[in-house]
């Protein structure tokens, strides 16, 4: 079930399924592979401890100048075990005593000691390194916290960091520059400036202050509306990187048809926790150990991304915090709010109106962050900004009382125009390129004479730079314009009726148009 937030190759974030346990089996293959990217040899190992999504190991390494020992100490990153879903951790799960003098290595010398988790999804693995001075003596268990952004991050870019409660640096980064970060490794965790270390409580470490920042110059509940491809997504992304740099400060989430308010407000869901057993198991091979664990079907309740923002911004009042909805009405916005509807009446200040009392479990989970309220509301500080683009299929009207609690801002057709000036596409039926605006502005010209309404137009971003070519232009462009836009009268545009004989003529190298470009 999905229930807490997971990193994309694109460097986006999806809610999705609790990570299946990893073997150390692959926890070893993912970073001999890293090992091996700078021609490193593996002379010898020792695998001093390993089990399900766990693995120490000490290893020797010929790296051309001198051997290196490694003592790796390597976790599978996973979910946070506080209902945040921005949250990962990994968790040491033996005594202090079991690794001291490990944990205890100077860093600068032969022998180095690595505290490492390893992210996987997608195809992708992304390797977290921790600094090890920051668990001395700790608790068992431990856990060591990273904000699945720069995880996101580290896969589209190869690299990112993020601060912890100790004010230091937690790298992030594909297992491709594990020699290199062991190369340099005490220069890899320096200790953040202005950042005070706290005391660890109950073996887990504390978060990061979220940094304080002031308010953006926009409504708290905006809309952004208008045609297909004419930034509107764009526009709200830049604001956010220019209001809410930090990760920890906003959330993306996409409403459709199916989306629900236990999606977005929250829900109980199962979840499976796991018990050791003595068994040996073995996969279907009957040779490859598996981890010997028993699992228990539990039930929690999981907060949505509405809730866990305005928890968030609660907790937080110095700081501002943006949950971006995109395709507001591609689901039924009202039921999707539910009881929080009335949340989106707000007074000058920008707080609720009207806060009100969330289903039981709801409130039970706020009081578990230490909210202990009777009633609730969207704080100042939190702003809820959306995109809507009402002329796609199967979008849902939004009723004039939801319409009432919000801002709308209209993005005009050619708003963004000159960042898409210098583009160029070529056409099978035109010799040489031709500019996208130049095809744009032409097509668009022609609905404007047939009355087409300006939602249905097409905008400069409606196909990036990269779908600029003869498949791109035909399968997306064509087909927008034969099946959404002119399904009733294609003659406004089209020599022809079908849209199969439009992509036949169009691959002989014939204008589609009944205008020239």
């Known amino acids: 079930m999905p229930e807490e937030y997971q990193a994309l190759a694109n460097g986006t974030l999806e809610m999705g399924d609790f990570d299946p346990l990893l073997k150390a089996t692959k926890l070893r293959e993912i970073l001999d592979s890293g090992l091996q990217t700078f021609g490193w040899v593996i002379l010898n190992q020792e695998i001093l401890h390993e089990g399900p999504a766990q693995l120490h190991r000490k290893l020797t390494i010929e790296r051309g100048d001198e051997p290196l020992i490694l003592n790796v100490f390597c976790f599978q990153v996973r979910g946070s075990s506080r209902n945040r879903p921005h949250e990962k951790r990994i968790q040491i799960s033996r005594p202090w005593e079991d690794h001291r003098d490990e944990f205890n290595l100077d860093n600068n010398g032969p022998e180095k000691c690595l505290l490492l988790g390893i992210y996987k999804r997608g195809g992708v693995e992304v390797i977290v390194a921790y600094d090890k001075r920051n668990y001395l003596d700790h608790a068992n268990p431990t856990s060591c916290y990273i904000d699945i952004g720069p995880i996101a991050h580290a896969m589209r870019d190869g690299f990112d960091d993020w601060i912890d409660s100790f004010g230091s640096v937690v790298n992030c980064f594909r297992k491709e520059m594990l020699p290199a970060y062991v190369s340099g490794i005490e220069q890899m965790h320096p200790q953040a400036d202005g950042i005070q270390a706290e005391e660890a409580q109950g073996g887990d470490s504390m978060e990061t202050a979220f940094p304080e920042s002031d308010p953006p110059d926009h409504p708290k509940n905006l809309i952004v509306y208008g045609a297909p491809g004419t930034g509107k997504s764009w526009i709200l992304n830049e604001r956010v990187r220019n209001y809410f740099g930090d990760s920890r400060l906003h959330q993306r989430v996409t409403f459709y048809s199916d989306y629900t308010y236990g999606q977005f407000v929250g829900s109980y869901k199962p979840r499976p926790i796991y018990q050791s057993t003595e068994t040996d198991l073995f ?53 999707v709010f539910g009881d929080a509807f009335q949340m989106l009446d707000r007074d000058q200040a920008g707080a609720s109106n009207y806060p009100c009392t969330l289903a039981d479990e709801a409130m039970a989970f706020l009081r578990s962050r230490g909210i202990d309220q009777l009633q609730i509301g969207i704080p100042n500080n939190l702003y809820l900004w959306a995109t809507m683009n009402s002329a796609d299929q199967g979008v849902m009207p939004l009723d004039s009382a939801f319409k009432r609690r919000w801002s709308f801002e209209y993005m005009p057709l050619d708003k963004f125009a000159t960042e898409t000036q210098d583009w160029v596409i070529d056409l099978s039926f035109i010799d040489g390129s031709i500019r996208w605006n130049q095809v744009r502005d032409k097509i668009n010209s022609k609905l404007i004479d047939n009355s087409v309404p300006e939602d249905r137009l097409i905008g400069p971003f409606f196909m990036t730079e990269g779908e600029l070519n003869h498949n791109g232009f035909k399968n997306k462009l064509l087909m927008y314009l034969h099946d959404d836009v002119l399904r009733d009268d294609p003659s406004i545009l089209f020599k022809d009726e079908t849209l199969s004989a439009v992509f036949k003529s169009y691959d002989a190298g014939q204008s589609v148009f009944t205008f020239e470009l």
Request: aromatic letters at 8%; charged letters at 20%.
């Open 283 to 335: 996969d279907a091979d009957q040779q490859t150990p598996v981890p010997s664990m028993s699992p228990i079907i539990d039930y929690r309740f999981v907060p949505g991304p509405f809730l866990d923002s305005v928890a968030q911004a609660i907790l937080n009042p110095e700081s501002n915090f943006v949950l971006v909805i995109e395709e507001i009405n591609r689901a039924d916005a009202a039921s």
